[in-house]
């Protein structure tokens, strides 16, 4: 599919499916709550910007939500999240695909993909827990990028960018995620 593309990576929002190594720590409704806020905060954000076609890739295939903001929505499918983004990822030519719960992405930062990607054939934001908050392929994008990921480990930003060997590769500034009520804790005492 020929000009850029936005992928985001979401998760129908319902209680108890989403965010939830947080709810561990705060509750279901609590994540859900979080999670809402940043998946409508990332949709405003960059959805309506004229320099990039959006979608939403969503988890469960099938299932009803009510999404915050109208986006066009394609399917996830089935296998490991890495099988997943490179499925979501392989039908644009140039594409940048971001979670929905990062705080403090903004339209500027997609933009910088996708700068970056006229001089490399793959960019990443990296996140502070050693993986990666944005993932961006052009045309000249490895093989198999995301194959023999330790996701949701240290290593994923390591392992991903030693798959685009012989690849010019870039990255965006560093971001932090939230994954547990930890993460959490430090953002909100980051943001006083």
Do not use: E
Request: proline fraction near 6%.
């Amino acid at each position: 599919m020929r000009g850029d593309t936005l992928v985001i990576f979401a998760r129908a929002p319902r209680l108890g499916a989403v965010k939830r190594r947080l709810a561990r720590g705060i509750g279901d409704r609590a994540a859900l709550r979080f999670y809402v806020g940043q998946l409508t905060a990332v949709l405003r954000a960059t959805a309506r910007d004229r320099r990039w076609r959006t979608v939403i890739a969503a988890t469960p295939d099938h299932a009803p939500a009510r999404w915050p903001v109208p986006v066009p929505r394609v399917r996830q499918g089935r296998g490991d999240l890495g099988q997943r983004m490179a499925r979501a990822m392989r039908p644009y030519r140039r594409c940048v695909l971001v979670g929905s719960d990062i705080p403090g992405i903004a339209a500027s930062d997609i933009a910088a993909g996708f700068r970056a990607l006229g001089r490399a054939d793959a960019v990443f934001g990296p996140a502070r827990d050693g993986g990666y908050w944005l993932v961006g392929l052009g045309p000249r994008r490895p093989a198999t990028p995301f194959v023999a990921v330790r996701w949701s480990t240290r290593h994923a930003l390591a392992d991903t960018i030693a798959n685009c060997k012989g690849r010019r590769v870039a990255t965006l500034r560093t971001l932090r995620d939230v994954d547990t009520a930890a993460d959490l804790a430090a953002l909100t005492k980051a943001r006083r």
